[in-house]
């Protein structure tokens, strides 16, 4: 069985600052990771996707993240934020064959002026 | 990429009615399809896994009887909202399974009043 927790459901950033978005996964087997951003009464856009080659992958919108295995992390940063990048955000999980798809609780990121 | 369109993007319709939603995949062919409901300030959650010529997957605690899921072709699957009550008004998103990655429709609306 798969699951991920996002610490935080809202987080609150400066125009400017560090996004950094927390994601732990856990997974029976090798997992697929992802991050989708959902502005209001939208869908889901794929921001980035982990699928076992390099562990720093890079998004789109100046996003990255870096798959740990040792932590079993998969955190989303951007260094600086933009108004723009307000929105909720979504980790996911899935098996290699894009199976059982599961997603995170997400996280609101606010972005101060 | 590939695209995945949903349709409609909103709908209202009265207690007691059926609502249908189309899931389609218009760049590829989709064997496997899947269903989310999202509540408001909450994650997706996977209702059904719909295969096409075969019966949908549902997840446990879905009525298969109010969510009727269609997959007639490899192109398009349908989730009918039966005897729809308040209680169903949720976000409803499909995503179609490409290879081994899921690409997301831009979600449903459904009031029910």
């Known amino acids: 069985a798969q699951s991920v927790t996002q610490l935080g459901s809202h987080v609150s950033v400066s125009e400017g600052a560090l996004v950094l978005l927390r994601c732990n996964y856990s997974?029976?087997?090798?997992?697929?990771l992802f991050w989708y951003v959902q502005y209001p009464n939208q869908g889901l856009q794929l921001l980035l996707k982990?699928?076992?080659?390099?562990?720093l992958v890079k998004g789109i919108n100046g996003f990255e993240a870096e798959f740990k295995k040792s932590e079993t992390s998969f955190h989303l940063t951007k260094p600086s934020a933009h108004m723009s990048d307000a929105a909720e955000y979504f980790c996911?999980?899935?098996?290699?064959?894009?199976?059982?798809?599961?997603f995170g609780p997400g996280t609101r990121l606010s972005v101060l002026p | 990429g590939a695209v995945v369109s949903q349709h409609p993007s909103r709908v209202i319709c009265k207690s007691g009615t059926s609502v249908k939603i189309e899931c389609r995949s218009l760049?590829?062919?989709?064997?496997?399809m899947f269903w989310y409901r999202q509540f408001p300030k909450q994650s997706l959650m996977l209702m059904a896994t719909?295969?096409?010529?075969?019966?949908?997957?549902?997840e446990q605690g879905v009525e298969k009887d109010k969510f009727l899921i269609n997959h007639a072709s490899l192109t398009l699957s349908t989730l009918t909202v039966t005897s729809a009550h308040p209680e169903d008004s949720s976000f409803y998103i499909c995503?179609?399974?490409?290879?081994?990655?899921?690409?997301f429709g831009q979600g449903t609306r459904l009031t029910v009043v």
């Open positions: 982990y699928t076992s080659a390099a562990t």
């Open positions: 995503s179609a399974l490409k290879n081994t990655e899921a690409f």
């Open positions: 760049d590829f062919q989709a064997t496997t």
């Open positions: 996911a999980v899935s098996e290699r064959g894009g199976q059982n798809f599961v």
């Open positions: 719909s295969n096409e010529g075969s019966k949908a997957t549902y």
């Open positions: 997974s029976s087997v090798p997992p697929y």
